[in-house]
Nanobody, 123 residues
Framework: QVQLVESGGGLVQAGGSLRLSCAAS????????MGWFRQAPGKEHDFVAN????????DYADSVKGRFTISRDNAKNTVYLQMNSLKPEDTAVYYC????????????????WGQGTQVTVSS
């Protein structure tokens, strides 16, 4: 079983930065493929970024490319999402998710989910 706990959300002005963290329990973190998703009010979960088991491969939604960076520290069982140049449209609950075998951009492919952390960007 894998448990995920996100942190680092908050209120920030447009143009500002936040770094989200997702701490994973268990001894298999280095085998996990990790993803970040977000859900704005009244909308579905949207893919944000993913990363492979060793951090060597990443993928981003077009809306965040060049502004967000996903990374991981397997020694700390943690994945990060550095968010720069934030915009009001980035406001959402951000979720960390995990799966085995490969990266994916689809919510249905992820078996493990955190509880989410709120990010609010004011204009």
């Amino acid at each position: 079983q894998v448990q995920l706990v996100e942190s680092g959300g908050g209120l920030v002005q447009a143009g500002g930065s936040l770094r989200l963290s997702c701490a994973a329990s268990g001894r298999t973190f280095s085998s996990l493929f990790m993803g970040w998703f977000r859900q704005a009010p009244g909308k579905e979960h949207d893919f944000v970024a993913n990363i492979n088991w060793n951090g060597g491969s990443t993928d981003y939604a077009d809306s965040v490319k060049g502004r967000f960076t996903i990374s991981r520290d397997n020694a700390k069982n943690t994945v990060y999402l550095q968010m720069n140049s934030l915009k009001p449209e980035d406001t959402a609950v951000y979720y960390c998710a995990a799966r085995y075998l490969s990266r994916s951009i689809y919510t249905k492919d992820y078996r493990y989910w955190g509880q989410g952390t709120q990010v609010t960007v004011s204009s």
